[in-house]
């Protein structure tokens, strides 16, 4: 794999999580860091259990109980962080950034029943406020290029397209100077 | 069936050897594996020959493995089509920590210009 290119000057204000907003469906929502309790897992469980496959991007969400654990697994692991957006007890959406070598990658998934109502959002700005706290400097993501919502949220949020020769487009972000000064 | 397997190195591409290795001991297929120049891979052809050998030899098959230089991905399907292989096979992709899937390069520019039939081994 050859090095990912990152922008060099940092991204815009991100806020700083719990996030509580009405959604323009005048729900509730809050966007708040996942906590590791047995109760927020259950409940992202059972977000994914329902999760439409037509919204899997690059093969995941996997589908199935056992194979969706599997996979939370590792991406609610310690060194990752992650975000849910929460409507009453219900998890309506969920940001994460992984780590990797240099970087971290981003996904963001938002149940069906809450699609465009902002929260999708909200959820990417909390997280990446989240992530700047904790000294994430870089970010990046792919994206499937026909996904034109994602790709225009992404972009609005600040990533900056990195690769655009494969079918998955990649995009990068910076959150913080890095400590070597290099770019 | 008359079977190309094109391996470059990467995690992806070695299951595809395996899976072709063991299809060809039960299936009787006629097995080529080409071993490709994948920039984006960090083991070397000799390496990649030395393991494709091991695989045919302990599986008990006869396929011959071969070092094909120059653009892996139309190379192979240069090679299919003048020998008149039925089938493709090839890595289906590497798994991103995150558990994406990213296909590769070579099975891009495969899928996308082969006369063949193409498989991804997952």
């Keep these: 794999m050859t090095g990912r290119r990152f ?49 899997r991007a690059q093969g995941i969400p996997p589908g199935g109980d056992e194979r969706i654990r599997e996979w939370l697994e590792t991406i609610l692991a310690a060194d990752c962080l992650n975000v849910l957006a929460w409507c009453g007890d219900e998890v309506a959406g969920h940001a994460t950034l992984v780590p990797d070598d240099e ?59 990195s690769d655009a020769e494969s079918f998955e487009m990649e995009m990068s972000l910076r959150l913080n100077e890095s400590a070597d000064g290099e770019a | 069936m008359k079977v190309l397997c094109g391996i470059g190195g990467t995690d992806d591409s070695l299951r595809a050897l395996e899976r072709s290795v063991d299809r060809a001991a039960v299936a009787d ?38 070092r094909v230089d120059g653009d892996p991905g139309s190379r192979l399907i240069e090679i299919a089509e003048d020998e008149g292989f039925d089938e493709i ?28 039939s193409v498989t991804l081994v997952r």
């Design chain 1, 7 to 55: 922008p060099e000057t940092v991204a815009g204000a991100f806020p700083d999580v719990p996030v509580p907003f009405v959604d323009a469906a005048g729900r509730d929502v809050e966007i708040r860091a996942y906590d590791g309790s047995d109760g927020a897992r259950e409940a992202l469980v059972a977000m994914y259990d329902s999760f439409d496959p037509a919204d």
């Design chain 1, 103 to 161: 970087a971290y990658e981003l996904a963001i998934f938002v149940h069906q029943d809450y699609q465009e109502a902002g929260i999708g959002t909200r959820l990417i700005k909390g997280l990446l406020g989240y992530g700047r706290a904790a000294g994430v400097e870089k970010v990046w993501l792919t994206v499937e290029r026909w996904n034109h919502a994602a790709v225009s949220l992404y972009k609005k949020i600040g990533f900056e397209t």
């Design chain 2, 89 to 116: 096979v090839l890595g289906g992709g590497q798994t991103s920590p995150m558990g994406k899937i990213t296909i590769g390069s070579i099975a891009e520019f495969v899928l996308l210009n082969a006369k063949t």
């Design chain 2, 29 to 66: 297929d006629d097995l080529t594996i080409a071993v490709l120049d994948n920039p984006d891979s960090t083991r070397t052809p000799d390496d990649l020959v030395e393991r494709a050998a091991a695989a045919v030899e302990s599986a008990g098959i006869d396929a011959e493995v071969r």
